[in-house]
């Protein structure tokens, strides 16, 4: 037996001999017949709570990541209670369903906090309406359900109702190259944005302001207060006032996204890829100016992943070196001693041992599939690459970069890359960011990338040094932020809110987990 309940079991036995039967004028005139009106429906035995307790962990829904968190409590050998007092339930469930009576301005129902059911099940304790049942099992399944909707709740609001890392880093399987098999499923990983996580003391703070009676307090303290959010949710409020379904739909899913906790861009330099939307916007508040120009990002099974990092430097003319992914699942399977293919599109091969060129035609699926050789693509105009890359770590191997493919900018889907993000105007993106540029220092980088000088001292400069070798890059004075992100629905510069469709599917994603809880 996990505890006893000595003292609850006496008050539930005062109580109901004050109360029970709906006879407030009778008293007890003898012990025999106290003993008559003692219920067996009313004797509380802490392993039969236990047992309710367990018996409702196994039966009720657990499809939110919080969930586990309650699993794991109630499956202590000695885990304490939280709602259950020597004085019944404590007052704080009161408290808790207020605040769960507002599920619907949080874009979720009341259903998924259980709050009717709880309702029913306080209002059977309060009333001593154990029909059907027993006292310990009516206990029981409100012990389990208050902790689960509470830690919902908690875990929710503190830090958005869905993992966006578990839910999306399990959403793209990775197909296996032509001739590979695998024992075990594999998925590409898109969500890298660094988001918060419950942490165990916030899990033992939520259950412990219970039993210090600070559960208003503490709902109340981690509200999300961000202006985006409270931009979404007004919007969700506003839309759903007016039963247009689309835009509240829009607006509950976004307002998911603005819960998510990880950094947004808040002010000086920073560039900020919208993959819904499909553009860019370089913003540098410093100066009170900002640029947008369209991007191509990753087709649907090369999803561009999303992550945040910054940018210190501008690499001009890059090489193209071809990631062993597309190796393995495109070269090898179709190209394997294809001289033409490889002349055509302007492929080297490096041995990576000794750094000399080999002819690409001359490797064997083997030798391209090994660590030995490193196939790359020719800098220049034909670069897949262009004339501009901007790199930051990640762990994805994805850029911002020029393109050889101008077309792709006019269609309306621009999602065919591999995965890196191909700028409209590079050239443009990268003078952003310099703090007052000399005229040679940009006449220079336009030479470099074979545009001509603009100015008087760039056009001298090009006729002294005929043979001089390009400027191979260049760095910021401070770091530049990059995030690539998604969105449907986000705020102008100008804060109205522009809504954008959804190429990668993941509205969806999120709504059915929204609906699961």
Partial sequence: MRCSLPAFSLFILLCFLFA?????????????????????????????????????????????????????????????????TPEGITDQADTLLTFL?????????????????????????????????????????????????????????????????RVFNHLLPDIPAS?????????????????EEPTDSFIRRTMDEVRNHRV?????????????????????????????????????????????????????RYIWVNLAGQELTAVDTERDTL????????????????????????????????????????????HTGDSAYFARNHYQAINKETKEEVNPATLSASDLRSARFTLRQERGSGNSLGRIIFRFPNNFSVYLH???????????????????VRVERPLDLALFFLDNPKPLFVDRIRMAIDLPPLTPEGRNYQKAHPDARPMPSFSYDRPVPVWIDYWTLYPTPKGTLQSFSDPYGYDKVIEKNLDEI
């Fill in 101 to 165: 009576a507002q599920a619907n301005d949080m874009g979720l129902t009341p259903t998924a906090f259980h709050a009717d059911t709880l309702q029913r099940l306080l209002s059977r304790i309060h009333n001593f309406n154990f029909e059907g049942t027993t006292a310990n099992d009516i206990l029981g399944q409100t012990e389990f359900l208050l902790t689960q909707a509470l830690m919902r709740y908690a875990c929710g609001q503190r830090f958005g109702f869905i993992h966006p890392r």
């Fill in 216 to 268: 208003g307090d503490f709902l109340r303290q981690i509200q999300p207060t961000s202006p985006l959010y409270q931009q979404m949710q007004q919007e969700y409020l506003r839309a759903q006032s007016q039963n247009d379904t689309t835009r509240s739909r829009m607006a509950r899913i976004n307002m998911e996204r603005a819960r998510w906790r990880y950094p947004h861009p808040s002010g000086g």
């Fill in 179 to 195: 001739g590979e098999t695998r024992t075990t499923v594999v998925y590409r990983q898109i969500f890298d944005q660094g988001n």
């Fill in 402 to 420: 020029d393109t050889n493919n101008r077309a792709a900018f006019q269609r309306a889907n621009r999602a065919i890359s591999h995965g890196c």
């Fill in 291 to 334: 640029t947008t120009m369209r991007v191509c990002c990753g087709n649907w099974n090369h999803k561009t992943p999303l992550l945040h990092s910054v940018i210190r430097h501008v690499e001009l003319n890059p090489y193209w070196v071809i990631p062993q992914t597309i190796v393995r699942k495109e070269i090898i399977p179709s």
């Fill in 20 to 84: 029970c039967d709906n006879k407030p004028n009778q008293h007890v005139r003898s012990l025999d017949e106290l003993q008559e009106w003692i219920r067996p429906e009313y004797a509380l035995k802490a392993e039969r709570v236990w047992q309710a307790i367990e018996a409702a962990a196994r039966h009720t829904g657990g499809k939110m990541y919080a969930d586990r968190y309650v699993r794991e409590h109630y499956g202590q050998p000695d885990a304490p209670l939280i709602w259950l």
